[in-house]
């Protein structure tokens, strides 16, 4: 019997129950086989065909964690069964990789096992890795539509022409919609720039049988016959995303051409020729492997949809303030613990461009800081008529002296700008101030290429530069604080005005 994993699990659309109930049925069907073969010789290959290296670092991927559990069930039948053999299906099919990537003369030569080919190999394996743990994963993935999301062009095949289906090459392209698919569920927002009719694009996603994406599943969508760079700016801006976080996918080399010369912060996927390469290429791609998947990653594409609908809703108000107070916000803080810190790492990393410091902090170093008993970090989640954002914002205070307090993290993610928020948290921190007692607030502003936002929030509630010298040093002896950006005052009433 040969097992390929994905021939038994769905894992675009995983569901744990499902899972279970068909591995125990294998495992059963096993048992029951070995119990009444006891003269017949029974083999069993189990082995995953894809492979992502980001993946692998961390065992991160449910391929990994099923087929790693499922095989030693199998191996503890075996023990019982002398006739039942397992054999490891992935080991197998990597022994020609294997004769490549090690060279025995080499050993005797200079103690290394491998060959060139496996040096590089390694180097480019650990590449990714370290690419992941120093630089955020992409956010966005933006699709063409028109043999990309289906063979065929819809506008002069119609539905009933496109291939997109179980068979032949109509097959391979639902593949490539289930690995979409599989992003979507860790959080990577889908996007759709088509030269097209915008009609007869949904017209598929509404009535063709072989469409595993639904229209829910798109968050933002530019489907008209302008430049693709245009639209892809004008969503970046409709999500407040950085044009970094994008990876753009087209089967057109003239379109990605385009997007190349006018957009270089974009990452373009050089397309293979072949559709039935696209499954594998897309789920091999490290840009949006995270090391862990939180509750958060899995809302966000619903979340981003309800901050398009928001910013749609606020430009068609007249009287903005009314607005706000209508759509009933509700503010919630949350003191930083164990459920929350994987949130908070990400928030630190994450959040660019309202963010004044920048300074980034693992949930170990978070932890610490609190632990000390000079920090005071709290999250702040929000909830609105547009739905559940999360959490979406970090205050980070470090208490200097009985007369002073510094700003040490002040930042709300993208997808809560624009409604008032950061003033919500500015008074909590000023209130924490009356509540000690303190009538001095610090600040510091660490200039980036994408958080000048935040300074200006810095001036409009009236904060004062002033020099490093007059302030932090003089009063912060016994605080390891590190100051390389420009530094604010601000002075409070006695009653926290």
Known sequence: MILVLEDIIDFTNYDQKNTDLKLNAILEATKYRSENSSKSTIFISISTALYNEVDEAKLESLE?????????????????????FIINGSQLFSNEGKRESFDSRNWYFSRSRFSILGISRLINGIRKVLDRTKNSNSKVLVLDCDNTL??????????SGIKLGADGIGQAFQDFQKEVRRLLSRGVIICLVSKNNEEDVWEVFSHHRGMILQNVNITCWRINWRSKAENIIEISEELGLGLDSFVFWDDNPMERQEIEMQLPDVKVVKVSNYVEDWPQQLRELSYFT???VTNEDILKNEQYRSRSQFNYAITKTIDRQKFLDSIEMKIEPQILAADNIKRAEQLSFKTNQFNLRTQRYTGSELQQLQSLGLADIELVSLSDCFGNHGTVGMIGLI????????INIFLLSCRAVGRDLEFWMMNRIKTKCHNMQINTLYAEFVKTDKNQIAEDFLDKLGFVKILKDEAIKQRARHIDINLSGTLYLKQLEVDGG
């Open 64 to 84: 990994n964690k099923t087929l790693l559990e499922f095989t030693n069930s199998l191996r503890d039948i075996s023990k019982k069964w002398s006739g039942l």
């Open 399 to 406: 208490k200097i002296d009985e007369e002073s307090i510094f």
């Open 150 to 159: 289906w063979g065929g062009v819809v506008g002069e095949d119609l539905i």
């Open 290 to 292: 995270k090391f862990e």
